[in-house]
């Protein structure tokens, strides 16, 4: 309970902060993405988070108008629907401060498993609905391991089948390890490795591992060896199944 206390006076103070900090940038880049197409600088989604409960978050929008017809919900960096700017503003994660907004509502947290869509969770196995216990957040361990998800699905003919056998068990096996171990300690570890990661990704890395090595008992061997990055990914069960997922909903 006062590490749950300690994280939301955390989350409401600092969002606040940032808000401020960042207005300039805020008002900067809504102005530029309007420009490209004269349509709406944000992008509001339904996302799942604590206990299942949907709610709308806010991004800056990266992709062309009306991208989310094809309901294809995973990015490779190759996807036609990204805008020149959309590309950029990806990369370097400048996206996800209107996410501030939504931490601020006390709908999201700065560190948490990240929020998926509805279709993902239905396919959650009951080990992974854990991730539903909590906020999601704007970071979290998976972010750093698979900043560079977008090239990670780059020539994918099915994005969402690609994320599912290739990054999903992984991230998930990341995320409830956080959900087990989280405290404000970690929590500002892992947002200074965010931004670390930005700079220098293997360094980032190479934390994350140490951080893991100190449970080792807690996790999955196989998982030490992918958090490295350093050997090419492969189709794994997600945690709580025993088959690679051969289909996505």
Do not use: H
């Not at 993902?120 to 704007?138: A, C, D, Q, R, V």
């Amino acid at each position: 309970m006062f590490n749950y206390v300690i994280k939301a006076f955390f989350d409401f103070m600092l969002s606040t902060i940032l808000l401020i900090i960042f207005s300039p940038i805020i008002i900067l880049f809504s102005f530029f993405i309007w420009k490209q197409d004269f349509g709406n600088p944000f992008y509001v989604a339904l996302r799942m988070g604590k206990n299942g409960n949907q709610f709308k978050m806010v991004k800056f929008r990266s992709m062309i108008v009306g991208a989310d017809k094809n309901k294809v919900d995973s990015t490779s960096s190759d996807d036609k629907r990204l805008t020149k700017l959309g590309t950029f503003i990806r990369r370097y994660k400048i996206d996800e401060i209107p996410n501030l907004f939504n931490i601020l509502k006390g709908e999201m947290s700065f560190v948490g498993p990240r929020p998926n869509v509805k279709r993902e969770t239905e396919m959650y196995s009951n080990k992974e609905k854990f991730l539903l216990t909590m906020k999601p957040g704007i970071t979290d361990l998976s972010s750093i391991v698979f900043s560079d998800e977008g090239d990670i699905l780059k020539d994918s003919d099915d994005p969402d089948l690609t994320y599912n056998q290739l990054i999903r068990p992984w991230k998930s096996r990341l995320g409830l390890y956080y959900v087990r171990n989280n405290n404000i300690i970690i929590d500002i570890k892992i947002l200074l490795l965010t931004f670390i990661s930005l700079l220098n990704k293997t360094y980032a890395l190479n934390q994350i591992e140490k951080l893991l090595n100190k449970n080792i008992n807690k996790i999955d061997k196989e998982l030490l060896n992918i958090v490295k990055r350093d050997t090419p990914l492969y189709p794994y069960p997600p945690p709580g199944m025993d088959e690679i997922v051969k289909f996505r909903l």
